[in-house]
Each structure stands twice: as structure tokens, then as C-alpha cells.
């Protein structure tokens, strides 16, 4: 989405504004605790910053991640200021906010209240907000297209290679939604975020999955429907799950309706192979609709020319052959999940058709996961995003751009087999 799930754009100005001093005075150490305690940064992020040598660099990692997490990243940063007895850094780049907040006060004077400010332009979250993805598309989205079914020769023929799922349900699904958040933080409401859930609920039940949807729930709520979820019994007897995410996010987490982070690590972790051995060896995917930043893509000009691609070659080590007397597993190993953006980036979502990269995916497994493996449909899905763009003419977003990706563990070709029931 375009609206509000990053840092305020006022507030990254200033820091922007700033940076040099901050850079050169900032002291890490005892405010990235309060940073931590406070949600907005990991502990994983703090070993990447402290891992930069010198302190200088430290602060550079820190000024570079801090505008991509989130809203409250600002306010908790300038708390953590006074906190650690930096006072002079939180006056400083304060100064400099009010001076940006009188900016646009005069903007307004001249040109009346109703001047359409993208929101995360806006300093002032009360003020009316202007929903940029209305309009990056024309036209509303078709219905969900039927899945189309797997033949039993193309089953017979692939098999071989694959994960068993043949199973009756494919496995169990949870999609959790959130399109309403807490009316004092700076999160909108996701318009369009429904049409994304329910065309996610429709497809995962016609490739023959068992569907639970929970809407706007808390950070803690979302995480308690997750633990139960991994730790289900009926896991024990299907060949495979889904869960789905859709909310605000920043790089690494989603929000809760509470505007809290749930942290991605801590979602994946729930379902590896030493949490969840209900589902060892069997594949698990995970599709997150979300922000991963506040930058938009504006994309450039493609030169002349063809396009090309580069195929890196596969390694094989012969290391430690040696049998064991029982099986061991990686930790975590089997998972495939799916981004609608890159790293740092945002995601585009039009408040009639939903999502972009939603309403990507479920065109492709409807039409593909007949005879495409999840791997090769997530390539499709690609694709489709590299060739969309935003249309609002007259915005800085007109003709901005989105790519997804996705990240793997599978060890085998992952067919759906859609429709295809061996035993009958």
C-alpha cells in the first residue's frame, strides 16, 4: 500500500536533515535496548548494526534502517533520546520537524485545507487523507477465476519428483486479515484488503484446502491463532499447510489492529521442523501482503534491447556422507513463502480489485497449479508485477512500480494436484 505504513514523511526529512550530526553523536548501545523493548527494531537488526565496525558505521546502519520501521519508530526514537540522555539530538531534529510542520501550514494558508497531500507526506494524522491506490488502476477486478484440475496422467507422470499431496484436505490454510487499526496510530484503513481475503479463502478451498480466516486481530491475538495453529493435530494427517498474512508491515514484521509488530522470524519459526513436527517433511507456505518499507518504486526506463537473464550454476558438497543411526532434518527446511514486495519497498493495493500481488496470485494458481509447480507459479506471479504499473496522473506515484519475490527451502517440486483424488 501507498498510505501510511512507514515512517511520516516529515519526520524522515528530518532526520535526513540531521543525519550527519546524528551519525557523528548518536550513542547505540543503551538506546537500541529501549528501541527493542519498544518493538521497533529486533534483536536480529541490533547484531546487524553492532556487527559494522566503529561506532560511526554503527550509526549510519541504524540511521538507514530506522525510517522503515514503521510509524512509531519516529516518536520512539526521540523517547529513547531522552531516555539515554541525548536531549540535545531529540531537540535538535524536533526543531527541525516543527520547522517542516509550519511548511506545510503555509502551503495550506495559500491554498485552502482540501490541498491532497499524499498521507505519508502528512505530519498531521487528522488530516483528511488522500488514498493514492484508489486510483493506480481503472476499472474493477474480474471474479475469481476457477482452478482448473490436474489430469491423472500429469499426476502419474510428476509424482515421482514431488511432495506427496494427495491428501483429503491438501492440508489446513489460516489467513490472518487486518483492515481496521487503532484510531490513534497512523495506520489506515486497509480498503480493498477484503477483496484480498476472500480471494485467497475462495482459492485455497478450490485447490482443496481447509480454510480458517480470522479479521482484525491484535499483535498478540494474531500470535496466539498462529501457535494454535502450528500445534493442530489434524496437521498429522494431511500433506501440507498455508497461512497467509495481510496487513501494514515494515521489513520483517505486519501489524496487529493494535498497531503492534508481529515479527515474521517468530511466525516462521512456529512451523519448522523442531516447533511443528506434525508437518516434518511436508511443505509449508506462507504469502505475506504487506509493506516492507515506505520507499516506492518509480521504476526506470528499460533499455533497448531484449531482455536477459544470468543461470547460476548449483554446488554439491560431499561432506559428512556418513550415515547416522536415526534421520536428521535441518531446523528449519520445506518453506516456500511468497512477498508482494521487496525489501524496504511498499506494496500497491487498489481499494476495488485488492491487492496487486494478491490479485496476481490467485489468476496464476487458478489457471496454472494444474500442471506448475508452486516454485515456477511464484516466477509467473513476478512476472505479472514487473509488468504492472501505478496510474495517478498527476501524483508522484503515476507509473510506479512494485516487484515481488519469494524465498525457498522446498527439496522437491511442489504440485498442488488440484481436483486429483487417487483413491477414487
Not at 482448473?148 to 500429469?154: L, S, V
Not at 480454510?211 to 486481530?217: A, D, E
Request: negative net charge.
Amino acid at each position: 500500500m501507498l498510505a501510511a505504513c512507514g515512517m511520516q514523511r516529515c519526520h524522515q526529512e528530518a532526520l535526513k536533515r540531521n543525519r550527519v550530526v546524528l551519525a557523528k553523536q548518536l550513542v547505540l548501545k543503551e538506546l537500541m535496548e529501549h528501541m527493542v523493548e519498544r518493538d521497533i527494531i529486533t534483536v536480529e537488526m541490533v547484531e546487524m548494526i553492532q556487527a559494522k565496525s566503529g561506532s560511526f558505521s554503527q550509526n549510519v546502519e541504524f540511521l538507514n534502517l530506522l525510517p522503515k520501521r514503521g510509524p512509531d519508530a519516529f516518536s520512539a526514537f526521540c523517547e529513547a533520546l531522552r531516555e539515554t540522555k541525548q536531549q540535545h539530538l531529540e531537540e535538535m531534529i524536533l526543531k527541525t520537524t516543527s520547522n517542516l510542520s509550519h511548511g506545510i501550514t503555509r502551503l495550506e494558508h495559500c491554498y485552502g485545507s482540501n490541498l491532497p497531500f499524499p498521507a505519508t507526506e502528512s505530519c498531521n494524522s487528522k488530516r483528511p487523507r488522500w488514498i493514492v491506490e484508489h486510483s493506480l488502476d481503472n476499472g474493477d477486478g474480474p471474479p475469481v477465476p476457477p482452478v482448473k484440475c490436474c489430469t491423472p496422467e500429469f499426476y502419474r507422470d510428476h509424482r515421482h519428483l514431488a511432495y506427496k499431496l494427495v491428501s483429503e484436505p491438501r492440508g489446513l490454510a489460516l489467513i490472518l486479515s487486518n483492515v481496521h487499526f487503532s484510531s490513534e496510530k497512523d495506520l489506515e484503513y486497509r480498503a480493498g484488503g477484503d477483496v484480498d481475503c476472500t480471494s485467497l479463502e475462495m482459492l485455497f478451498k478450490h485447490l482443496g484446502y481447509q480454510v480458517t480466516v480470522f479479521h482484525n486481530q491484535t499483535a498478540q491475538e494474531m500470535q496466539n491463532a498462529l501457535e494454535r495453529f502450528s500445534k493442530l493435530p489434524d496437521h498429522r494427517d494431511v500433506d501440507s499447510c498455508i497461512v497467509a498474512l495481510l496487513s501494514h508491515g515494515v521489513e520483517g514484521g505486519v501489524y496487529g489492529s493494535d498497531c503492534k509488530l508481529l515479527q515474521l522470524q517468530e511466525t516462521f519459526q512456529l512451523f519448522d521442523n523442531a516447533n511443528c513436527p506434525n508437518l516434518q517433511n511436508k511443505p509449508k507456505m506462507f504469502f505475506i501482503q504487506a509493506c516492507r518499507g515506505d520507499e516506492t518504486d518509480r521504476g526506470v526506463d528499460q533499455r533497448d534491447g531484449k531482455e536477459w537473464s544470468d543461470s547460476t550454476g548449483c554446488e554439491e558438497s560431499d561432506a559428512n556422507k556418513e550415515e547416522d543411526l536415526k534421520l536428521r532434518l535441518p531446523t528449519c527446511s520445506d518453506m516456500i513463502c511468497g512477498y508482494a514486495c521487496l525489501k524496504g519497498t511498499a506494496a500497491m493495493r487498489n481499494t476495488k480489485r485488492g491487492s496487486w500481488y494478491i490479485e496476481a496470485l490467485t489468476s496464476v494458481f487458478a489457471e496454472d497449479s494444474r500442471d506448475t509447480h508452486v516454485a515456477d507459479m511464484l516466477v509467473k506471479v513476478n512476472r505479472q508485477i514487473k509488468q504492472r504499473e501505478g496510474y495517478a496522473p498527476g501524483t508522484e506515484f503515476h507509473r510506479c512500480k512494485e516487484m515481488s519475490e519469494y524465498c525457498s527451502t522446498l527439496c522437491r517440486d511442489l504440485y498442488l494436484f488440484p481436483g486429483y483424488l487417487p483413491r477414487k
